[in-house]
């Protein structure tokens, strides 16, 4: 089963490429035909062929996940690439940018005005902004930082002072922090308010008033308990956590023994900082095994 949907998704990646491929081809062959006819208006009929050819390719990558986008990316050479790169709506450059391999981000990166870097930046949380920070010039990271109120600034510079291979540089803080004090009931109201879930959001976290975390509350106890009940009486004491300078190697190890989603990350005096999920983990992961192969072939 799992053979055959990799061999599905390799699939439907391959088909979505060659379609864009061929949208480029066509392209300029369209622009080849206008080139070498002097008798029309050249300028204002290569300015309308180019407007519905970006469409086509807007259409095209905006029903696709930006993790696709990038392999097409990541498939096409420099000259097409830039022309597809040109196509895909600004938000969705900031996902793209974070999916694709470090070599093809630098290239796109290269081609970018400060502003639009700004712009990009301006959609994407803390987290994901510094995993781009080292590939960002230094005009562009100034300006991004000059526009982040001060919680995402704080959080921003939190998870630069962390070296790549420790925990606290894949937190990110997207986490809902409750009272054990508060009743189910409350805890239910207030997510409806929210609307929307963080993703990966699997348990809500306990703290005091100091923020020190003191349990987690699993959505499925929520859904499951009295409404009219504390948190304090269902909520879990025995629990996963890890620190912010803990060895990230480790932590993958970790999360695949007791199949977490997420868990919190606490510092030293035991106060919550932000959480861990499993998508930043298998990131982490997948660049080692890629780091390892380049060892191998150098």
């Given at each position: 089963?799992?053979?055959?949907?990799?061999?599905?998704?390799?699939?439907?990646?391959?088909?979505?490429?060659?379609?864009?491929?061929?949208?480029?081809?066509?392209?300029?062959?369209?622009?080849?035909?206008?080139?070498?006819?002097?008798?029309?208006?050249?300028?204002?009929?290569?300015?309308?062929?180019?407007?519905?050819?970006?469409?086509?390719?807007?259409?095209?990558?905006?029903?696709?996940?930006?993790?696709?986008?990038?392999?097409?990316?990541?498939?096409?050479?420099?000259?097409?690439?830039?022309?597809?790169?040109?196509?895909?709506?600004?938000?969705?450059?900031?996902?793209?940018?974070?999916?694709?391999?470090?070599?093809?981000?630098?290239?796109?990166?290269?081609?970018?005005?400060?502003?639009?870097?700004?712009?990009?930046?301006?959609?994407?949380?803390?987290?994901?902004?510094?995993?781009?920070?080292?590939?960002?010039?230094?005009?562009?990271?100034?300006?991004?930082?000059?526009?982040?109120?001060?919680?995402?600034?704080?959080?921003?510079?939190?998870?630069?002072?962390?070296?790549?291979?420790?925990?606290?540089?894949?937190?990110?803080?997207?986490?809902?922090?409750?009272?054990?004090?508060?009743?189910?009931?409350?805890?239910?109201?207030?997510?409806?308010?929210?609307?929307?879930?963080?993703?990966?959001?699997?348990?809500?976290?306990?703290?005091?008033?100091?923020?020190?975390?003191?349990?987690?509350?699993?959505?499925?106890?929520?859904?499951?308990?009295?409404?009219?009940?504390?948190?304090?009486?269902?909520?879990?004491?025995?629990?996963?956590?890890?620190?912010?300078?803990?060895?990230?190697?480790?932590?993958?190890?970790?999360?695949?023994?007791?199949?977490?989603?997420?868990?919190?990350?606490i510092d030293n005096a035991g106060k919550l900082q932000g959480r861990l999920c499993v998508d930043s983990i298998m990131d982490y992961i997948r660049e080692k095994a890629d780091e390892d192969i380049l060892s191998q072939a150098a």
């Open positions: 089963m799992e053979t055959a949907d990799k061999l599905h998704t390799e699939e439907f990646l391959q088909h979505q490429l060659h379609e864009v491929i061929t949208l480029l081809e066509k392209q300029q062959l369209e622009k080849s035909l206008v080139e070498r006819n002097p008798a029309i208006k050249r300028e204002l009929v290569e300015a309308v062929l180019h407007k519905q050819q970006q469409t086509r390719l807007q259409e095209k990558f905006a029903v696709l996940h930006p993790a696709d986008i990038a392999y097409i990316l990541e498939s096409l050479p420099l000259d097409q690439r830039k022309t597809a790169w040109d196509a895909i709506k600004s938000s969705l450059e900031g996902q793209v940018l974070l999916e694709v391999s470090d070599a093809v981000r630098q290239t796109l990166i290269s081609g970018m005005a400060v502003e639009e870097l700004a712009n990009v930046a301006g959609n994407l949380d803390a987290d994901e902004l510094a995993e781009l920070a080292a590939d960002l010039p230094k005009r562009a990271m100034l300006k991004i930082l000059r526009s982040l109120n001060s919680t995402e600034r704080t959080h921003l510079n939190a998870i630069l002072s962390y070296q790549d291979n420790q925990v606290g540089a894949l937190m990110d803080f997207g986490m809902i922090t409750i009272r054990d004090d508060m009743t189910l009931k409350a805890i239910s109201s207030y997510i409806r308010k929210l609307g929307k879930l963080p993703s990966h959001t699997d348990k809500l976290f306990v703290v005091n008033q100091h923020n020190e975390i003191k349990g987690i509350l699993p959505l499925q106890r929520l859904l499951t308990h009295i409404p009219s009940r504390h948190v304090a009486d269902v909520m879990v004491t025995d629990f996963v956590v890890f620190q912010t300078d803990q060895d990230a190697a480790e932590v993958s190890r970790a999360f695949e023994r007791y199949d977490l989603i997420s868990a919190p990350v």
